[in-house]
């Protein structure tokens, strides 16, 4: 006869199962996130995840319920890949110049080694979504500007310790991200030319 199971047997069930379930969203979300990084959101798809990761349909749309909730999953995973392995490495520095300059570094460093297989995913996915008015779209644009702000509040940090000049912040911001997100491109089509030329471009900025 199974032994009576208790208040607290019950609440450790229902914490493994959330646990368990928390995992495979993040596996899923993170799977998401490399098959966009290839071919774009649009591609990302329920049953095709689950012919990737072999589960089913059904137990994939319980986690996530439509297609743009995996898409937002997607863009979300990838917001937190780029905070830790490009920001928050270059939070060690004192900010400012050092922390620009490590920034800076390490987003080259996702330039050389991609954390995903298309390369960069916000490059991807900011061309891919523009002209396409959503919740995906907001959340896109949203990690974009937040990453810009961040930005060019060192930016700006650096300029009161006396370095780059008297320009727009948000100016030379914009720049680095152009010239940067211009680098993954390259990088993408083989072009080794163009990320060295983008790097003495970013060099030639930071001065």
Request: glycine content about 8%; hydrophobic content about 45%.
């Amino acid at each position: 006869m199974p032994e009576p199971t208790t208040p607290a047997d019950q609440q450790q069930g229902t914490d493994q199962r959330l646990a368990k379930g928390a995992r495979s969203r993040a596996s899923i979300a993170r799977h998401a996130a490399d098959v966009a990084s290839v071919e774009g959101l649009t591609g990302v798809s329920i049953g095709k995840l689950a012919a990737d990761l072999g589960l089913s349909k059904s137990g994939i749309a319980t986690l996530f319920g439509s297609k743009e909730s995996l898409q937002l999953a997607a863009v979300k995973t990838a917001r937190e890949v780029f905070i830790d392995q490009v920001i928050t490495p270059s939070l060690a520095e004192p900010s400012g110049m050092p922390r620009l300059r490590a920034l800076v570094n390490h987003w080259f460093g996702q330039v050389a080694e991609p954390a995903f297989p298309g390369g960069c995913f916000r490059v991807a996915t900011l061309a891919e979504f523009d002209s396409r008015p959503g919740p995906v779209r907001d959340a896109i644009a949203a990690d974009h500007r937040d990453f810009l702000a961040f930005l060019s509040k060192e930016i700006r940090l650096a300029q009161e310790q006396g370095h780059l000049g008297e320009r727009n912040a948000d100016i030379i911001a914009f720049e680095l991200d152009a010239v940067i997100s211009a680098a993954h491109t390259a990088r993408q089509m083989d072009n080794e030319w163009g990320v060295a030329t983008a790097r003495a471009i970013v060099d030639n900025l930071l001065g």
